[in-house]
């Protein structure tokens, strides 16, 4: 059996998969630094952007093209001939345990979670298209409401399988019109979730232990509302911010521009597991674990940006995938596909 070929790639996929990336790591390196609760003004600013515009919209993304992948792999491998089942849950398994290895070092990890749903998600690869995009929805109305992150990719791949179904980033062009449509109303209702968010703001520098009870029980209720508003209307945002960069890739100039993203998306795994390794280094490396401030944290993600974005374009100038993902289909198919390229497939 030979792995998919590369040539076959969606690029506005790998555009998408690296605007999640840039996402994650803002959102993830608070944890592995040991950073404290925000104290000074601009940290507080910085802390209340992340949660308004970043805080579940990103993992929101990657859920979704996770299952635009499942859709691709094995829709691809059925059209191969191929046992396409058995190549997908093998490809799960080694997910499933590159998570688990990951996770000793971040326990917010996602691989493990979408290993896991992506086996759940198997059977509904024969459900009709419109069936999983209702129960989709649906769930995906559920989980949101009740603030269940930990639930959300389950129908949030479906959505993506979904989408794979109605051939939708296969043909976009054909879709523009009902894309444009979707984000200017997945903009709006964005906008406005944002300031009824905003209301529930808690105050910063609140000493809880001269509060009275009153204030202290309306202090907490604003910080648990402010969280859940979040994520109940993360959805939108992420539509709005998918969206976006989709119709902009209409554009033979931001296609240019936006050209970074495309070669840091087509190394999503090795980059995501990259940020991780990134930031353990330069903490422990530099004595910065428990030593940073929010504010700081976001110029270290700004250095891991430009290095990642660098490597990720010289890399794939030399070989045909990324090392994890070189790794990931040793695995799924067992055997060993070509990793160097030459200019002319780069280019092409």
């Known amino acids: 059996m030979q792995p998919t070929n590369s040539n076959k790639r969606i690029d506005t996929l790998d555009y998408l998969r690296g605007f999640a990336l840039l996402g994650i790591i803002l959102v993830n390196i608070p944890s592995l630094m040991w950073i404290e609760p925000p104290e000074l003004a601009n940290d507080i600013a910085y802390s209340r952007f992340l949660t308004l515009f970043v805080e579940g919209k990103f993992f929101i993304i990657f859920s979704f093209l996770f299952g635009i992948g499942f859709y691709l792999f094995i829709s691809r491998a059925q059209a191969r001939g191929e046992k396409a089942y058995a190549l997908f849950s093998r490809r799960l398994l080694i ?21 896991i749903f992506g086996f759940v998600a198997l059977p509904f690869y ?34 993506g399988l979904a ?3 109605y051939h939708l980033f296969e043909n976009i062009s054909l879709h523009r019109n009902k894309i444009m449509f979707v984000t200017i109303v997945m903009g709006f209702i964005s906008m406005a979730s944002w300031f009824y968010q905003w209301q529930y703001v808690p105050e910063p520098l609140v000493n809880i232990q001269h509060l009275p009870k009153d204030q202290l029980a309306a202090h907490i209720t604003n910080i648990e509302q402010f969280s859940l508003i979040g994520l109940q209307f993360s959805p939108f945002a992420s539509a709005f911010y998918m969206g976006t960069i989709i119709l902009l890739l209409q554009s033979t100039l931001f296609q240019r521009l ?12 090795t980059n995501y597991l990259g940020q991780t390794a990134l930031i353990l280094l330069i903490g422990h490396a530099f004595g910065l674990i428990g030593q940073l401030r929010y504010l700081e944290s976001l110029w270290i993600c700004l250095g891991i940006y430009g290095c990642q974005l660098l490597l990720s374009k010289l890399w794939l100038y030399f070989f045909r995938f990324g090392p994890m993902e070189w790794l990931w289909r040793i695995g799924t198919y067992w055997t060993i596909p070509p990793l160097r390229q030459s200019t002319k497939d780069y280019l092409s």
């Open 126 to 159: 024969k459900m009709r298209k419109d069936i999983n995009l209702i129960l989709g929805f649906i769930l995906l109305a559920i989980t949101a409401y009740f603030g269940l992150k930990i639930l959300m990719p389950f129908p949030l791949i479906l959505l």
């Open 258 to 269: 936006l050209a970074p993203l495309k070669a840091y998306g087509r190394m999503a795994l």
């Open 163 to 165: 989408a794979g179904q």
């Open 95 to 115: 997910l499933l345990f590159m998570g688990l290895v990951h996770f000793y070092f971040q326990p917010g990890e996602a691989l493990t979670v979408y290993a």
